[in-house]
């Protein structure tokens, strides 16, 4: 397993702590100074993740990011040995080209205060945002779905600007 410890400029004052495991598991971890909240991601290789945990270490909010293989045709929630689990076909936008995260590097977690949200973490692979996050969000909003379903809801222009 690598290691790396990374502290982003001031002006972003966001802890940053990723991990890249052997079996081709990235996870990353980005914390909010102000909140004491992070952003936890994980992409396992199969689909990808990202979680709000608080500052007591519970998680508050969750969403599914994308699906490394085809989408299901039928929703997995059944069996909880396939968790985490992948988004199905129904549920998943086919339009929008996207590439994996494949270092540490790729992520990206901006912190911002809202009057409607609270805190709102936007989570961005490659400079494009993937995912929102809000305290209580579960599921959270996905860039990349394409209706509102139990692992993410649909990226709505509440939070400024469009997801295309």
């Known amino acids: 397993m690598i290691v790396i410890l990374l502290l982003?400029?001031?002006?972003?004052?966001?802890?940053?702590?990723?991990?890249?495991?052997?079996?081709?598991?990235?996870t990353a971890s980005v914390t909010d100074p102000a909140s004491g909240c992070r952003v936890y991601f994980e992409d396992d290789g199969r689909v990808a993740y990202a979680y709000l945990v608080a500052a007591d270490g519970q998680i508050i909010a969750d969403v599914w990011l994308y699906n490394r293989g085809k989408a299901p045709a039928e929703p997995e929630w059944h069996d909880n040995e396939t968790m985490p689990f992948a988004n199905p076909a129904e549920f998943v936008r086919t339009d929008k080209p996207f590439n994996f995260a494949k270092r540490p590097s790729d992520i990206t977690v901006l912190w911002?205060?809202?009057?409607?949200?609270?805190?709102?973490?936007?989570i961005y692979i490659h400079n494009e945002l993937f995912g929102i996050l809000t305290p209580g969000a579960k599921p959270g909003w996905s860039v990349l779905a394409t209706r509102d379903g139990p692992l993410a809801q649909k990226f709505t222009s509440s939070f400024g600007g469009s997801p295309d």
């Open 8 to 26: 982003e400029p001031a002006e972003l004052a966001s802890e940053v702590f990723y991990m890249l495991s052997s079996d081709d598991t990235l």
């Open 112 to 122: 911002e205060a809202s009057e409607q949200y609270g805190l709102v973490a936007r």
